[in-house]
């Protein structure tokens, strides 16, 4: 799941780094040099391999470096929460999942996060609600889809206990 996330937060970033046509009267990031987005995507690209072999404390570290160079970047965040949860530091990786989502609210794998921290705490409706926002905003093909939509079933049914029809089944069978 880890895995997923983070090949997420990767497109992601990949994908916000296609040019955008500016807003008027909206201050636009000052334009790096190619070397320096070579050297950024180098970073980065070395990160998540850190995160996806899990080594989380040294993911943790280079994120954190790449964070300091460049605060407006919500994939960063997004895989420093991974890193940070797989440290299994869920508090502090809700907080870089949330500052993702402040940055970027269509950020999906921020809610993927978030839903997994909520689990590790035993929080299944707050894990409901941010897996929901998950599957509303990513992709189609999205390969993390089914274990979002599974996962969001267990915890609805551990939720709701007695919608399997078994309590209904042992309230007839009591009424006889």
Same mark, same amino acid.
């Given at each position: 799941?880890?895995?997923?996330?983070?090949?997420?937060?990767?497109?992601?970033?990949? @994908?916000?780094?296609? !040019?955008?046509? #500016?807003?008027?009267? *909206?201050? +636009?990031?000052? &334009?790096?040099?190619?070397?320096?987005?070579?050297?950024l995507?180098?970073?980065?690209?070395?990160?998540?391999?850190?995160?996806?072999?899990?080594?989380?404390?040294?993911?943790?570290?280079?994120?954190?470096?790449? @964070?300091?160079?460049? !605060?407006?970047? #919500?994939?960063?965040? *997004?895989? +420093?929460?991974? &890193?940070?949860?797989?440290?299994?530091?869920?508090?502090?990786?809700?907080?870089?999942?949330?500052?993702?989502?402040?940055?970027?609210?269509?950020?999906?794998?921020?809610?993927?996060?978030?839903?997994?921290?909520?689990?590790?705490?035993?929080?299944?409706?707050?894990?409901?609600?941010?897996?929901?926002?998950?599957?509303?905003?990513?992709?189609?093909?999205?390969?993390?889809?089914?274990?979002?939509?599974?996962?969001?079933?267990?915890?609805?049914?551990?939720?709701?206990?007695?919608?399997?029809g078994?309590?209904?089944?042992?309230?007839?069978?009591?009424?006889?």
């Open positions: 799941m880890l895995l997923t996330a983070v090949l997420i937060g990767l497109g992601g970033w990949v @994908i916000s780094q296609w !040019p955008v046509t #500016p807003t008027p009267g *909206v201050q +636009q990031p000052v &334009a790096t040099t190619a070397t320096d987005e070579k050297a995507r180098g970073q980065f690209e070395r990160a998540v391999l850190l995160l996806q072999r899990n080594q989380f404390q040294q993911a943790a570290v280079d994120f954190n470096r790449i @964070i300091d160079e460049h !605060p407006d970047m #919500p994939e960063a965040y *997004v895989n +420093q929460g991974f &890193a940070l949860l797989g440290l299994e530091h869920n508090d502090t990786a809700a907080e870089y999942f949330n500052r993702a989502i402040e940055l970027r609210p269509f950020q999906a794998n921020a809610y993927y996060g978030l839903a997994l921290v909520a689990e590790k705490k035993n929080d299944l409706e707050s894990a409901s609600g941010a897996m929901k926002s998950f599957i509303h905003l990513a992709i189609e093909d999205d390969p993390y889809l089914p274990k979002a939509r599974a996962a969001l079933w267990e915890w609805e049914t551990a939720i709701k206990p007695g919608d399997d078994v309590e209904e089944a042992e309230s007839a069978a009591h009424s006889d």
